[in-house]
């Protein structure tokens, strides 16, 4: 974290200017974690998305119509994996040894943190950082935080992000602002 960047609310900035959750589990000390990057920035991060593409932040609660339907198509097994579904990531390792065409594996967490953290980009350096990340964002989020983040900062097509925007824009026909 840079300095001059706001700290979310309950992390703390240790003397690099990481910050932490406090209490978070592998807390190092009493009162940071230490970790680069923070999952404790992913709220901060997403606020800072937000207002890049001019949508208010936070958004409303995810309508649970909606969460039943991303969770049913983009990761079965959200409520109950560690971030990373251990299945789907030996079957995309597989894929890669042999040659064949990657199926997808990515549960909502790593999706999440391909979104915060790593800008989109993909590679070999930036899977094993999503899976970290996504273990890290599972630790220090409930699974209703994460998928309220999710739906904030996913691209939902034709110009649009997070569900507010594209909710209203699509339902008004309403361009992207």
Do not use: W
């Not at 990515?106 to 590679?123: E, F, M, P, V, W």
């Not at 930036?126 to 996504?134: G, P, T």
């Amino acid at each position: 974290m840079t300095r001059g960047t706001a700290v979310p609310p309950g992390a703390v900035q240790d003397r690099e200017g990481s910050a932490g959750r406090r209490g978070a589990p592998g807390a190092r000390g009493r009162h940071s974690v230490r970790a680069d990057p923070s999952a404790g920035q992913a709220t901060a991060l997403a606020q800072a998305q937000a207002a890049e593409h001019h949508i208010a932040y936070p958004g409303p609660p995810v309508p649970r119509y909606f969460a039943q339907a991303l969770v049913a198509t983009e990761d079965h097994r959200f409520y109950t994996d560690p971030g990373v579904d251990p299945f789907a990531l030996a079957r995309v390792v597989g894929s890669r040894i042999t040659g064949r065409t990657d199926q997808g594996g990515s549960t909502i967490d790593q999706q999440l943190a391909k979104n915060l953290y790593t800008s989109g980009r993909s590679g070999f350096t930036q899977d094993i950082e999503q899976v970290a990340l996504a273990v890290k964002l599972n630790v220090t989020y409930s699974k209703a935080e994460i998928l309220r983040l999710y739906a904030q900062v996913a691209y939902y097509g034709h110009g649009y992000y997070g569900l507010s925007a594209a909710s209203c824009g699509t339902s008004a026909g309403l361009p992207p602002t």
